[in-house]
T-cell receptor, first 113, second 112 residues
Framework: DSGVTQTPKHLITATGQRVTLRCSPRSGDLSVYWYQQSLDQGLQFLIQYYNGEERAKGNILERFSAQQFPDLHSELNLSSLELGDSALYFC????????????FGPGTRLTVL | GQQVMQIPQYQHVQEGEDFTTYCNSSTTLSNIQWYKQRPGGHPVFLIQLVKSGEVKKQKRLTFQFGEAKKNSSLHITATQTTDVGTYFCAAPYTGANSKLTFGKGITLSVRP
């Protein structure tokens, strides 16, 4: 158990819908990262938040947004969903920033029908 | 952009055989990290290498950081079925958009 929690574990929805994925980092970690993992695509970095502020951006679509709240939990919002958005979404946390070890949550499997 | 390369993406070995995989970067790295993702699981941190030429061992796994800090290797001695999974290397790229960049990973399967 990494100490990072993600909800829900599974999500099935339809194209055009909007969903919110939730992540609670390890106690004491200030950074939260979001990744998308599709078949054969490896881990695609989406975005990082540090202590409530956006720190780094990766290949995140405009339809996706995230935020980190004062209690350090984070949410990833995915809107106007398309079939291609079906993937595993991982949240990870670290103490500070990019040089640190990242601890991954169990992931949310999103299926868009 | 800055990236770490892991080739090939898949490797199949017979149980008991040794296995080595590599991770390469075109730029000098401050450190390199290795993660393992079991089938159906999430990536789990294995090790971090920081110094040039550093070698670290974890039971049957040996990790090495190249002298120029541009590549790293993972060697598994006498593979077991418990070694199956995807092994990712990751390196931090500093700058305005600093982030940990993951390689595509190598998926290891072990024939019993």
């Amino acid at each position: 158990d990494s100490g990072v929690t993600q909800t829900p574990k599974h999500l099935i929805t339809a194209t055009g819908q909007r969903v919110t994925l939730r992540c609670s980092p390890r106690s004491g970690d200030l950074s939260v990262y979001w990744y998308q993992q599709s078949l054969d695509q490896g881990l695609q970095f989406l975005i990082q938040y540090y202590n409530g502020e956006e720190r780094a951006k990766g290949n995140i679509l405009e339809r996706f947004s995230a935020q980190q709240f004062p209690d350090l939990h984070s949410e990833l919002n995915l809107s106007s969903l398309e079939l291609g958005d079906s993937a595993l979404y991982f949240c990870a946390s670290s103490v500070q920033g990019a040089l640190d070890t990242q601890y991954f949550g169990p992931g949310t499997r999103l299926t868009v029908l | 952009g800055q990236q770490v390369m892991q080739i090939p993406q898949y490797q199949h070995v017979q149980e008991g055989e040794d296995f080595t995989t590599y991770c390469n970067s075109s730029t000098t790295l401050s450190n390199i990290q290795w993660y393992k993702q079991r089938p159906g699981g999430h990536p789990v941190f294995l090790i971090q290498l920081v110094k040039s030429g550093e070698v670290k061992k974890q039971k049957r796994l040996t990790f090495q950081f190249g002298e120029a800090k541009k590549n790293s290797s993972l060697h598994i001695t006498a593979t077991q079925t418990t070694d199956v999974g995807t092994y990712f290397c990751a390196a931090p790229y500093t700058g305005a958009n600093s982030k940990l960049t993951f390689g595509k990973g190598i998926t290891l399967s072990v024939r019993p």
